[in-house]
């Protein structure tokens, strides 16, 4: 690209870009860098749990471990503030839970309360905390010692938290194929070992990773959900139903086993209009970021290009793409 062999290209590390155009043709203009709006459905990027482990059954230790992560000093320190917090698991969309449950979400809910998170028929949607980024996480990580205090998880001899009932440590093993995620894990250890939890990050390769993911050794793992999905249907059923929850090799990763969470995806799975399907996959989102079954991670809310001055581009483009076959030679 730097010689000129290659007309255009997208860039997808903010590493890269805030770093690596820096030869003489960016410098002195011949080289065309743009920032365009994306509106492409961003879906859920983030740690998944294995919610087959004991020691993830509550949904308060979820949480507590999900506050050990300072996004917003991690998009100043490592991502060069590129990033936006996924918040929602159709998260771009019209299927975005936002506020209270509507009276549609209510009716599907209400059936389904003795089972469902608290809170969730009463408060806006669950969403990432934030902080200040300067690095001090205090204030989350003294609601997380208050989450893990209440699930009864406490501090020992040995500095470690205990299960008063099996007398185990809490522990939380990162498990990943991709070297690059130890920077971000890195500082959500320290947080961790602040706590009193014992955080390790084993990297393997491709093949065992997959092999742990089908047969579910692991604790924690990367995952990628409903990225430019536009409209849920049924691959919610596969990823989030009971019965496939303990199937090995099944897209239920994280062995949800939830009837309220059956239900909504049956509903979204059988609408037959937006007015059936909006409400069911709104519920749905609600439910699942009650649940914590995620910690959330980022999202580029632009394209990053840069082309050499030998195209034109139309002034407006459209909101999910770059419509390169639109632009023209000059």
């Given at each position: 690209f730097k010689a000129g062999q290659v007309d255009l290209r997208e860039e997808y590390l903010a590493r890269n870009w805030a770093n690596a155009y820096d030869f003489p043709a960016a410098k002195t203009g011949g080289l065309v860098r743009k920032e365009v709006a994306s509106g492409r459905p961003k879906g859920m990027q983030?740690?998944?749990?294995?919610?087959?482990?004991?020691?993830f059954a509550d949904a308060r230790v979820r949480q507590a471990i999900g506050l050990a992560m300072d996004f917003e000093w991690m998009n100043?320190?490592?991502?060069?503030?590129?990033?936006?917090?996924?918040?929602?698991?159709?998260?771009?969309?019209?299927?975005?839970?936002?506020?209270?449950?509507?009276?549609q979400e209510q009716a599907l809910l209400m059936p389904y309360k003795e089972v469902l998170p608290t809170g969730v028929l009463e408060q806006d949607a669950a969403s990432p905390l934030t902080t200040?980024?300067?690095?001090?996480?205090?204030?989350?990580?003294?609601?997380?010692?208050?989450?893990?205090?209440e699930a009864g998880w406490k501090l020992g001899p040995d500095g470690l938290r205990h299960h008063p009932t099996t007398g185990e440590a809490l522990t939380v093993e990162f498990l990943i194929n991709q070297g690059s995620l130890e920077r971000v894990i890195a500082p959500m250890r320290k947080s961790l070992m602040k706590l009193g939890v014992e955080a390790k990050i084993r990297v393997v390769d491709d093949a065992q990773y997959q092999k742990r993911v089908d047969s579910r050794q692991f604790d924690v793992i990367s995952s990628v959900l409903n990225t430019?999905?536009?409209?849920?249907?049924?691959?919610?059923?596969?990823?989030?139903?009971?019965?496939?929850?303990?199937?090995?090799?099944?897209?239920?990763?994280?062995?949800?086993?939830?009837?309220?969470?059956?239900?909504?995806?049956k509903q979204i799975k059988e609408a037959q209009t937006i007015d059936e399907l909006r409400p069911a996959a709104q519920a749905l989102d609600r439910v699942l970021r009650a649940?914590?079954?995620?910690?959330?991670?980022?999202?580029?809310?632009?394209?990053?290009?840069?082309?050499?001055?030998?195209?034109?581009?139309?002034?407006?483009?459209?909101?999910?793409?770059?419509?390169t076959g639109a632009w023209w030679a000059r």
């Open positions: 983030g740690f998944m749990f294995n919610l087959r482990k004991e020691k100043r320190a490592l991502f060069f503030n590129s990033y936006a917090r996924n918040r929602s698991f159709f998260q771009g969309t019209e299927f975005e839970a936002k506020g209270t449950p509507s009276k200040d980024g300067s690095g001090n996480n205090r204030a989350l990580l003294i609601k997380a010692q208050g989450l893990l205090n430019s999905l536009f409209f849920p249907g049924a691959e919610q059923e596969a990823m989030w139903q009971s019965a496939q929850a303990d199937m090995e090799g099944s897209n239920n990763v994280a062995g949800m086993k939830n009837p309220a969470v059956d239900a909504l995806v649940e914590y079954v995620m910690i959330p991670h980022w999202h580029s809310p632009i394209f990053r290009i840069a082309y050499w001055p030998r195209f034109d581009m139309p002034p407006k483009t459209p909101p999910y793409g770059l419509a």
